[in-house]
């Protein structure tokens, strides 16, 4: 008696197990990519590879609970506002189509935990850290700002990563005031960085035909102009920002400033 029930409950495990695997590949890789992407394949993807799908969740989620709900619900009622992934992406591929009637509450559940326990693959999240580790570096590189700190932060790059969020709760008044404020400072830094860029290139250029360093004080004097200029839109930004959002929707997208 003791033998059969032990029995059955090993081969259902086994069952489960496999399904969950089974179930992945029939029912979500005709858009998801299921391997660790490739660095060359990720702007062709048509959906976030799951890969990317399960480090966003890890990301926004700790409780494995909470993380395999959200999964189950977001395949039958996906919506932006409560998608783990940047907003701006997930504009951009558009929202997922909801799966339901393609695939049932129960096999999502044994697709979660099989996401949960496979996802993501060692190589993407090396992958992932490298491209971060870039993006800084490339930031610092073409930055006008005379402050780089973590403190200080980029807003117009933060909202538009979560401009649909629910969890952020944008009203459609903050919504046009911040789109006036990001075009305000977008255009002000670029018409900077473009002034910037040929004065840059003269006092590089000085240096390599070992010119006296005092043949190019004049365009060190109007970068430094230019640089305090960027850095006043930059602080303009941060503060009108700021101003228009409520404590808890800073509170959200800077849990490091309190
Ligand atoms: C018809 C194509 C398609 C199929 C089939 C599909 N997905 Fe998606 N899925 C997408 C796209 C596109 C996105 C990115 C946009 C978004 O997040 O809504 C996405 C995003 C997701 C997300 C991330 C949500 C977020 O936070 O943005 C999860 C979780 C997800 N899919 C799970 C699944 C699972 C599990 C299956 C299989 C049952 C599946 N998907 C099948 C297209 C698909």
């Not at 989620?61 to 977001?74: L, R």
């Not at 591929?93 to 935990?113: C, D, F, N, R, Y």
Request: neutral net charge; hydrophobic residues 40%.
């Amino acid at each position: 008696m003791k033998k059969t029930l032990l029995l059955l409950v090993t081969t259902t495990a086994m069952t489960l197990a496999s399904t969950g695997a089974e179930l992945l590949t029939k029912k979500c890789a005709s858009c998801h990519m299921l391997k660790a992407p490739e660095f060359h394949e990720l702007p062709t993807l048509k959906a976030p590879a799951m890969d990317a799908v399960v480090f966003h969740i890890n990301l926004a989620m700790q409780n494995e609970k909470e993380k395999k709900a959200f999964i189950v619900d977001y395949v039958l009622n996906p919506d932006a506002s409560k998608s783990v992934c940047e907003s701006n992406k997930v504009a951009q591929v558009g929202v997922m189509p909801s799966q339901k009637g393609k695939v049932t509450k129960e096999e999502l559940e044994s697709i979660a935990t099989e996401l949960l326990s496979t996802y993501p693959h060692k190589k993407f999240v090396a992958m992932i850290k490298e491209m971060q580790g870039n993006d800084k570096i490339n930031a610092l590189k073409g930055s006008p700002f005379l402050v780089n700190s973590e403190g200080l932060p980029h807003m117009t790059k933060l909202l538009v990563h979560n401009w649909d969020k629910a969890k952020l709760g944008l009203t459609a008044e903050q919504k046009e005031k911040l789109l006036v404020v990001r075009k305000e400072t977008m255009s002000g830094v670029k018409k900077i960085k473009q002034q910037l860029k040929p004065l840059e290139d003269e006092v590089a250029e000085a240096m390599i035909d070992r010119e006296d360093p005092k043949s190019v004080e004049k365009q060190l004097e109007q970068i430094a102009t230019l640089k305090l200029e960027a850095s006043r839109v930059h602080l303009k930004c941060i503060a009108e920002t700021t101003s228009i959002l409520s404590e808890e929707q800073v509170e959200f997208l800077l849990p490091f400033w309190e």
